[in-house]
């Protein structure tokens, strides 16, 4: 089985930076992934981690070490509209196609 | 990236009627869609896998005989609720991989059902 396990709530001000972790426990999978979903609306794909180190996309940053099943997502220069959840998931190779997500971490950034 | 539509946004009905959620894929064909759940302040939950030309996959504790699901080209998927109670009162969102990688899965907008 897989399961994930994300801090519940994170809580920074405007122009911070803010680190989101992910720890799980599977038997095998490609990668971690990342998503962002504000209230009402659906999650939008963030970034992706197939090998151990960090991908970068513009503010956004995501980090994978298989050693030690754990990731994170940084997110740096934070704006109000970074205010959302944010669900980390691994797709299994023992799973099939399917997703399994992380319970989500609420970031509430306060300016 | 790739569209995922679904329709409707939102729906109200009364205990016992059925609705139907579509989902489609607009600028590419997929041969699997997702179709999960979330409760309010939840994450999502696998419902099924939906097959294009064959039966959904369906997650442990998901009736199939109340939640059926068809797939029956590329690019359309639809989630029928059969006989809906309150509690089936949920958002239902739908996704389907990214045509260039597995790793990615793009959703549609979501569909908040609510069961009166």
């Known amino acids: 089985g897989q399961s994930l396990e994300q801090p519940s709530e994170v809580t920074a001000v405007e122009g911070a930076i803010v680190q989101i972790n992910c720890t799980y426990q599977?038997?095998?999978?490609?990668?971690l992934s990342w998503y962002q979903q504000h209230d009402g609306g659906a999650p939008t794909f963030l970034s992706y981690n197939a090998l151990d180190g960090l991908e970068e996309t513009g503010r956004f940053s995501s980090f994978l070490s298989r050693s030690d099943s754990y990731g994170y997502l940084l997110l740096q220069e934070l704006q109000m509209k970074d205010s959302a959840s944010y669900f980390c998931?691994?797709?299994?190779?023992?799973?099939?196609?399917?997703?399994?997500f992380g319970p989500g971490t609420r970031l509430s950034v306060l300016p | 990236g790739a569209v995922v539509s679904q329709h409707p946004s939102r729906v109200i009905c009364k205990s016992g009627t059925s609705v139907k959620i579509e989902c489609r894929s607009l600028?590419?064909?997929?041969?699997?869609m997702f179709w999960y759940r979330q409760f309010p302040k939840q994450s999502l939950m696998l419902m099924a896998t939906s097959n294009e030309g064959s039966k959904a996959t369906y997650e442990q504790g998901v009736e199939k005989d109340k939640f059926l699901i068809n797939h029956a080209s590329l690019t359309l998927s639809t989630l029928t609720v059969t006989s809906a109670h309150p509690e089936d009162s949920s958002f239902y969102i739908c996704?389907?991989?990214?045509?260039?990688?597995?790793?990615?899965?793009?959703f549609g907008p979501g569909t908040r059902l609510l069961v009166l």
């Open positions: 600028d590419f064909q997929a041969t699997t």
């Open positions: 998931a691994v797709r299994g190779i023992n799973y099939g196609q399917n997703f399994v």
């Open positions: 599977t038997s095998g999978f490609y990668g």
């Open positions: 996704s389907a991989n990214s045509p260039e990688t597995r790793e990615t899965q793009y």
